[in-house]
């Protein structure tokens, strides 16, 4: 059974940042797409970065793009996402979610939380302005 850790949200200025970190354990961690997704209360929820292993690619929102980096360790079977300059409309609940093996585009699987096989539990983000 494959488990998803997410861990490392927090309270924070407008400005700050928080380092996620998404642990997975119960699989071989060398073919994946693994993804940030994020639910603010009252929306839906929605993609936020993704990373395939099988060539290393990374995908963003251009809601975050040139702030948030998604990387991985495969020695530690952890994922992380890296938010700088966080903006109080990055306040959300952050999940993190896994597709195995992880063949399709991370358009696709950020494209709808649906296309992911499993989740972890979610980790809540909170930036004060």
């Known amino acids: 059974e494959v488990q998803l850790q997410a861990s490392g949200g927090g309270l924070v200025q407008a400005g700050g940042s928080l380092r996620l970190s998404c642990v997975a354990s119960?699989?071989?961690?060398?073919?994946?797409?693994i993804g940030w997704f994020r639910q603010a209360p009252g929306k839906e929820r929605e993609g936020v970065s993704c990373i395939r292993s099988d060539d290393g690619n990374t995908y963003h929102v251009d809601s975050v793009k040139g702030r948030f980096t998604i990387s991985s360790d495969d020695a530690k079977n952890t994922v992380y996402l890296q938010m700088n300059n966080l903006k109080p409309e990055d306040t959300a609940v952050y999940y993190c979610a896994a597709d195995f093996p992880g063949y399709y585009s991370g358009t696709y699987y950020l494209g709808d939380p649906a296309h992911m096989d499993s989740w972890g539990q979610g980790t809540q983000v909170t930036v004060s302005s």
């Open positions: 119960g699989l071989s961690f060398d073919e994946y797409a």
